[in-house]
T-cell receptor, first 118, second 115 residues
Framework: EAQVTQNPRYLITVTGKKLTVTCSQNMNHEYMSWYRQDPGLGLRQIYYSMNVEVTDKGDVPEGYKVSRKEKRNFPLILESPSPNQTSLYFC?????????????????FGPGTRLLVL | AQSVAQPEDQVNVAEGNPLTVKCTYSVSGNPYLFWYVQYPNRGLQFLLKYITGDNLVKGSYGFEAEFNKSQTSFHLKKPSALVSDSALYFCAVRDNEAGANNLFFGTGTRLTVIP
């Protein structure tokens, strides 16, 4: 089954304790992305990756790191979590974007990781 | 700059009635438009997309959306709402002149279908 998986699904931690949220996709997608979802703000992109070893900042990258050593994995790292990073996080993937008429790839989302930073 | 607006935080509709969830967008080039649905405790699921061609796009679960270039809108519609349609709906846009595959999401509209 084609899917995007995230672990853990739920996490409670304390300020300053480093954590990693894993994301893995089995669709051989080039493009992967992390979003956070907050009430009234919708989804905001944190980081994205166009391919292995290629990552770039999204709209709200502060306090986060990512890596893309393998095509299927795109972990999100919080080196020193703070309470304002309490949120619902989604990983997404899609095949390599192509430009031009009639081409656009749908992003597939993971189930989400709910993080609480105390 | 790209942006998406969903002007209604909440939409209530009676079961069996038609529903509309509104979305307007702003892009510098031609838009690629998407609707996603989020059920409680679940990730986002793709509903439909507009790339080019017919302005009326049909998607999953009986939903459709109409692209209106002059009004820069992409409203989601369904002729007859079901209680099971109750969920959070997100509109998203990508500017096809942008280099990456980044989607810009609206803030979401919570649809409640009343039995």
């Amino acid at each position: 089954e084609a899917q995007v998986t995230q672990n853990p699904r739920y996490l409670i931690t304390v300020t300053g304790k480093k954590l990693t949220v894993t994301c893995s996709q089995n669709m051989n997608h080039e493009y992967m992305s992390w979003y956070r979802q907050d009430p009234g703000l919708g989804l905001r992109q944190i980081y994205y990756s166009m391919n292995v070893e290629v990552t770039d900042k999204g709209d709200v990258p502060e306090g986060y790191k990512v890596s893309r050593k393998e095509k299927r994995n795109f972990p999100l790292i919080l080196e020193s979590p703070s309470p304002n990073q309490t949120s619902l996080y989604f990983c997404a993937s899609s095949s390599k974007p192509r430009t031009g008429v009639g081409s656009q790839e749908t992003q597939y989302f993971g189930p989400g990781t709910r993080l609480l930073v105390l | 700059a790209q942006s998406v607006a969903q002007p209604e935080d909440q939409v209530n509709v009676a079961e069996g009635n038609p529903l509309t969830v509104k979305c307007t967008y702003s892009v510098s080039g031609n838009p690629y438009l998407f609707w996603y649905v989020q059920y409680p405790n679940r990730g986002l699921q793709f509903l439909l997309k507009y790339i080019t061609g017919d302005n009326l796009v049909k998607g999953s679960y009986g939903f459709e959306a109409e692209f209106n270039k002059s009004q820069t809108s992409f409203h989601l519609k369904k002729p007859s709402a079901l209680v099971s349609d109750s969920a959070l709906y997100f509109c998203a846009v990508r500017d096809n002149e942008a280099g990456a595959n980044n989607l810009f999401f609206g803030t979401g509209t919570r649809l409640t279908v009343i039995p």
